[in-house]
């Protein structure tokens, strides 16, 4: 049996404009993306009901599927026959979506269901070997960088400034470009904790051809690691839209932002383009290295999650120390081959650190910013601590080890700590990719725009 309660059709949006195109307006948080035809197999009956896909924002972002009947008393018989674990499937313009039903609601003679995917992307067009020439992608908040290039396009019956970010690695370019309310919405405002669309991101081949979507996948994996190391904070690029050579969509997903951290500090300013452009190119040299490929991806991932003091700066201590203790590894066996795995294991964790720091560049001394540190130094003189990798060391292990005799007398260093893991951290990573520009030093920057060489330029 079949009921059809698509009394009122809507149309169905399947043309070649991108979702990423659509302007996310920074005061709403329900963005519909794309209307077309549902159909939900149910206690052996199917039905076919109009369907809007949403991105909803509050109170956690996400890809909501609303498939809505007009029919008169449908709610009531749907409810008393069915729960939402007697869904079998879920299809939307014909597209199967693995996922589960989160409500049946009902008001003035209309019913509606809400179903969630299991996974994002959600793919509604094309699979991994879909030939696509350019892949596009929104960014939510990311930082309001100024670019190398201005554009202006007619938004609103108005010429509106455009910022545009050209980053390049040998045949890869990539393009950032600011959003209609990009300076709004890096502002303050009453949504400033919620993710809000700022800019819109897309690769392509300066081959012009076009290559499996596959491959455009595993490249913007990586720019989304080097772009989320850049901003301080995770960068993920959403509703990624696949067009072919001719600009028609051939590939086409639906994806939610993580919710916004606020603003974080990153040691890569945000209207340094030259810098950022720098970087781009040396992080993309280096993670292509296959002994670096999990090693810079993990430490991206330990640094972003420490870079978040609502996580709690004791935590970012301990996680920044997992993040510089796979680089130092990476470094001192794998790449140099600096010392044999067995001698590395037998080293303690100030020495391993120290080995990466001096390697690269990086001053080993406790930098006069860290008072805290210093003070402790100077005044307890069981407190000997030789240099920086040996405090930061020595602090986080107050931290996890059972043994909290020293606990109470380092927790006026915990602040310091903190900065100083992270100051490290970052100089390691820049300097392990090539880094020569300037950068935002952590340590003595009181501006979003203070910047210092790096140490070893």
Not at 123 to 129: A, I, N
Not at 398 to 423: M, Q
């Amino acid at each position: 049996m079949t009921s059809n309660s698509a009394d009122n059709p809507i149309k169905n949006d399947t043309g070649d404009s991108p979702i990423f195109d659509l302007m996310f307006p920074i005061d709403q948080t329900n963005h519909e993306l794309i209307r077309g035809p549902v159909e939900i197999d149910c206690s052996g009956e199917t039905y076919q009901w109009v369907g809007v896909v949403s991105l909803r924002i509050t109170p956690s972002p996400r890809i909501i599927f609303s498939a809505k009947s007009t029919e008169f008393g449908f709610h009531e018989r749907l409810a008393a026959r069915f729960s939402g674990d007697q869904i079998t499937k879920f299809r939307f313009m014909g597209k199967e979506i693995d996922g589960f039903y989160i409500s049946l609601n009902s008001s003035n003679n209309q019913s509606e269901i809400e179903w969630v995917a299991k996974r994002e992307p959600c793919f509604l067009l094309g699979d991994s070997t879909t030939q696509i020439a350019t892949i596009k992608a929104a960014l939510f908040n990311f930082p309001d960088v100024n670019g190398n290039r201005v554009d202006s396009e007619k938004r609103g019956g108005r010429e509106v400034r455009i910022n545009i970010l050209e980053l390049e690695h040998e045949n890869l370019k990539a393009e950032i470009r600011s959003s209609f309310d990009s300076s709004r919405a890096n502002g303050k405002s009453k949504l400033d904790d919620l993710p809000r669309f700022t800019h819109q991101l897309a690769l392509s081949f300066d081959d012009g051809l076009e290559h499996a979507a596959e491959e455009f996948e595993n490249r913007l994996s990586v720019v989304k690691d080097c772009l989320s190391f850049m901003s301080g904070k995770r960068v993920v690029p959403v509703c990624p839209t696949g067009l072919d050579s001719n600009g028609s969509t051939a590939f086409k997903g639906l994806s939610s932002p993580n919710r916004s951290p606020g603003w974080v500090p990153s040691c890569l300013r945000e209207g340094n383009a030259d810098g950022l452009r720098e970087f781009f190119r040396c992080y993309l040299d280096t993670v292509r290295r296959e002994v670096w490929q999990n090693s810079l991806h993990e430490s991206v991932y330990w640094y972003l999650n420490a870079n978040q003091t609502h996580r709690g700066i004791d935590a970012g201590i301990i996680l920044s120390q997992a993040a510089m203790e796979v680089l130092s590894y990476t470094f001192a066996v794998n790449d140099k081959g600096l010392i044999s795995d067995d001698g590395y294991k037998k080293l303690r964790a100030s020495d391993k650190l120290r080995l990466l720091l001096k390697s690269i560049g990086v001053p080993t001394d406790i930098p006069a910013e860290l008072k805290q540190i210093q003070n402790l130094v100077a005044n307890d003189k069981n407190v000997k601590w030789i240099d920086l990798p040996h405090a930061l060391t020595e602090i986080r292990n107050s931290l996890v080890h059972p043994d909290t005799k020293n606990r109470e007398k380092f927790y006026s260093c915990i602040h310091d700590a903190y900065t100083g893991w992270l100051w490290c951290l970052e100089l390691s990573i820049l300097a392990i990719c090539g880094y020569s520009g300037r950068y935002r030093n952590r340590l003595t920057a009181t501006a979003t725009w203070d910047s210092d060489p790096v140490p070893w330029s």
